[in-house]
């Protein structure tokens, strides 16, 4: 099982709650009213300022932490 430090832990919730959200409400916008190639740089753009490549990394280091602990 994938683990996470209590600091991390705390870092992809308070991160990752604003992302998802985020990330619901902008396909909801592009399911009813398109412009998704227009606006998907911007988009992009959004989710680093929110913190995505922190979360992603959070994510990874544990995953790593994870299949090299299998290796052993």
């Known amino acids: 099982m994938v683990q996470y430090t209590?600091?991390?832990l705390s870092r992809i919730t308070a991160i990752?709650?604003?992302?998802y959200k985020y990330?619901?409400?902008q396909y909801a916008h592009w399911v009813v009213?398109?412009?998704i190639d227009d606006e998907w740089d911007?988009?992009?753009?959004?989710l680093k300022a929110m913190?995505?490549?922190e979360f992603l990394q959070i994510?990874?280091?544990a995953y790593n932490a994870y299949k090299e602990?299998?290796?052993k």
């Open 42 to 46: 911007s988009y992009i753009d959004q």
């Open 23 to 25: 990330v619901e409400a």
């Open 51 to 53: 913190g995505i490549d």
């Open 59 to 61: 994510q990874t280091d």
């Open 6 to 8: 209590d600091e991390d």
């Open 69 to 71: 602990n299998l290796a």
């Open 33 to 35: 009213d398109g412009g």
């Open 16 to 19: 990752g709650t604003d992302i």
